[in-house]
């Protein structure tokens, strides 16, 4: 009470320091391990949270972030759940002397001053991991291999980069063509849904691999494919990226090839950068996860190891 008397603000004065935590939604495996994590490390580091799911929708999140700045939080932590049309916000947080740090997902956005980090996985790197591995997989054979590809949330970072990724990686390799691609939304769900209608639209044809964006939309595909008599996994070669403990499952159980790794452990490093900041210190602008890729050769041996 002294220190906040001669005006330092409460968390100085050995009050918690609060976190505003606008989060996306629970679409996936991934989301739930990065909720957990967060929530977790808040709790580990005596940081107080509050944490807002937006249930998949911007505006949610335009409110959950305008309901911090009027409480006052300390710092805010956004995952964005698309990348354009969070200025003005961000711009309201930046007025309020709140500093923002962006995780898992960036935005596009020409003042880069409305964040103080971001914090998360290289996606676009995700998506040339995927390719390299189908490049290195289908490597000696001859004709046409023809993939559909399930994206991500419509206007998401990793949907945009992962997608970006994987063309640039085969974009020399005149075998490999996409030869259809939807957004499945990163559901399980939309992922069978959408896997059923390429394969209905595609009858007669061979599809020979299934990219996903995801592994839950992997997963919901894999069901389709069994369901329309094929063995996915041997008859179309599915690729994936999050690397979730169903994932490895699946790799185990021979239906599923590869997966890249996107690491939703987020809440460490975060409660980290939070406690950085509020002792005066400058976040690194990048903070980069690191990550592997895992093909079914060697899920088994991965599996008990897993995290998530
Ligand atoms: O890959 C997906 C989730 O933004 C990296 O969002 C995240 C993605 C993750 O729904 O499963």
Redesign the pocket.
């Known amino acids: 009470a002294a220190l906040a008397a001669v005006g330092l603000p409460a968390w100085a004065a050995g009050k918690p320091i609060v976190l505003g935590f606008s989060q996306?939604?629970a679409?996936?495996?991934?989301?739930t391990a990065?909720s957990a994590s967060i929530k977790q490390a808040a709790k580990d580091a005596g940081i107080t949270l509050k944490f807002a799911d937006a249930q998949q929708k911007q505006e949610n999140q335009i409110k959950a972030l305008r309901a911090f700045i009027a409480q006052k939080v300390d710092v805010i932590a956004l995952?964005p759940v698309v990348e354009t049309g969070f200025g003005t916000v961000l711009r309201e947080a930046k007025a309020a002397g709140i500093p923002v740090i962006l995780t898992?997902?960036l935005v596009k956005e020409a003042d880069e001053s409305l964040w103080v980090s971001f914090m998360?996985?290289d996606?676009v790197e995700e998506g040339r991991r995927a390719g390299r591995w189908l490049i290195d997989k289908t490597k000696g054979g001859t004709g046409e291999v023809r993939i559909v590809e399930l994206q991500?949330?419509v206007g998401?970072?990793?949907a945009l980069d992962?997608k970006k990724g994987f063309e640039e990686a085969i974009k020399d390799q005149p075998r490999l063509k996409i030869v259809r691609s939807q957004t499945a939304d990163?559901?399980r769900a939309k992922g069978k849904e959408v896997m059923e209608a390429f394969l209905k639209a595609e009858a007669g044809r061979k599809v020979d691999v299934l990219y996903a964006?995801?592994?839950?939309?992997a997963l919901g595909a894999i069901q389709a494919i069994e369901e329309a008599g094929l063995k996915p996994g041997k008859d179309i070669l599915v690729i994936s990226?999050?690397g979730?403990r169903a994932a490895f499952e699946a790799m185990v159980a021979g239906k599923l090839n590869v997966t890249v790794e996107?690491s939703?452990l987020l809440g460490p490093p975060l409660m980290q950068a939070v406690k950085d900041l509020k002792a005066g210190k400058t976040l690194p602008r990048r903070i980069v996860t690191e990550e592997g890729v895992f093909p079914a050769e060697v899920a088994a041996r991965e599996l008990p190891k897993r995290r998530y």
């Open positions: 996306i939604g679409e996936s495996a991934w989301r990065n995952s898992d997902r998360g996985s996606f991500g949330t998401a970072a990793p992962r990163f559901s964006h995801n592994d839950d939309m990226i999050d979730v996107c939703p």
